[in-house]
């Protein structure tokens, strides 16, 4: 299914693929795009038979390489104020959508691209994959949410030392920083991403639901209002018909078979 020109989506066995598709400007993010991406993550999230989303970008080049820099440069600081607003919302929607979302980060994840990623739940970088945030070379800052998720993710200092400098890193520095979850072969990417859902999605749903909940809206709170907001989680989850079937078929010693409820 194609989302206007510019982001697609294929559904195969529960698994959403979004594939940003405008490779000839190496997959930017310009308003339109932005819209787009919005409109097939939700449309994802609402859909009953997709348990996992796959975000990707079109090409072998580039997963995103960042906001849309000719778009932006015609801009006036009231329209880029409300491009910058565009994009947060997506990224914020994307980061509480109730599945989980994987990054499939295919080449360079830049700017808005970088940004794009850390609003999934889990990064996985092809080893040719480059990260960055190079903004202040354009005069700008990260204007997706940049400052505050690289540094909720890598650290402060680590963040001030990406942002500040500008400076491209490898797929495999962004593993070491935490920024990527794991690095594969180009080739590997997509297969492994469908392995990694493929595991998510044989796990109790709302489980899985709740416990990105927790760990979202936790990472707000104080520890101990994290750990209250984590103890009405899991009573949620007590609650299912997926925990009485969880943990008799681990007493009975067979594969647990989860509806969802
Ligand atoms: N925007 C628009 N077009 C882009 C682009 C981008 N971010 N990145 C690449 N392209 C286009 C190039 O212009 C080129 O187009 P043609 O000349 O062929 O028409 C085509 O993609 C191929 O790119 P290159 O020829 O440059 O390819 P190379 O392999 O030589 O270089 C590169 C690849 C990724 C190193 C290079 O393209 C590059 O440096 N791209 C820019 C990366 C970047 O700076 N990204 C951060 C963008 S800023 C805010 C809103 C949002 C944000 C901040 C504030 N407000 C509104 C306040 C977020 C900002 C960003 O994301």
């Known amino acids: 299914m194609t989302y206007g020109t510019n982001v697609t989506m294929t559904n195969e066995d529960g698994l959403a693929l979004i594939t940003v598709n405008r490779p000839q400007a190496l997959n930017a993010l310009n308003c339109d ?7 097939a993550v939700l449309a994802a999230d609402k859909d009953p038979a997709v348990r996992v989303i796959i975000i990707t970008g079109a090409g072998a080049k580039a997963f995103v390489a960042g906001a849309d820099i000719a778009q932006m440069r015609g801009l006036s600081p009231l329209e880029g104020r409300d491009m910058t607003i565009l994009g947060q919302e997506v990224f914020a929607a994307i ?13 360079f994840a830049l700017g ?8 999934c739940d889990i990064r996985v970088a092809a080893a040719t994959a480059k990260f960055g945030q190079p903004e202040v070379n354009l005069g700008i800052i990260p204007g997706f949410g940049g400052t505050q998720r690289l540094s909720r993710l890598i650290g402060k200092g680590r963040a001030k030392y990406c942002i500040f400098t500008g400076r491209m ?9 935490g920024l990527a979850d794991k690095v594969v072969e180009p080739d590997e990417l997509l297969p492994v991403c469908r392995e990694i859902a493929a595991t998510i999605m ?6 899985v639901m709740m416990a990105k909940k927790a760990i979202n809206h936790g ?6 209002s994290a750990v209250a907001y984590e103890a009405e989680a899991y009573t949620t989850c007590f609650a299912t018909a997926d925990r009485v079937e969880g943990m008799t078929a681990f007493l009975e010693k067979r594969p647990a078979a989860f509806a969802g409820k």
Not at 33 to 39: G, V, W
Not at 95 to 107: D, F, R, T, Y
Not at 219 to 224: C, I, P, Q, R, S
């Open 95 to 107: 980061e509480n959508l109730a599945k989980p979302v994987i990054a499939a980060i295919n080449g």
């Open 169 to 177: 890193m490898s797929a495999q520095e962004a593993y070491q920083l």
């Open 202 to 207: 044989s796990k109790a749903p709302v489980a």
């Open 112 to 119: 808005g691209g970088c940004e794009l990623a850390m609003a």
């Open 219 to 224: 990472l707000d709170m104080d520890l101990g």
């Open 33 to 39: 795009t932005l819209e787009e991406l919005r409109a």
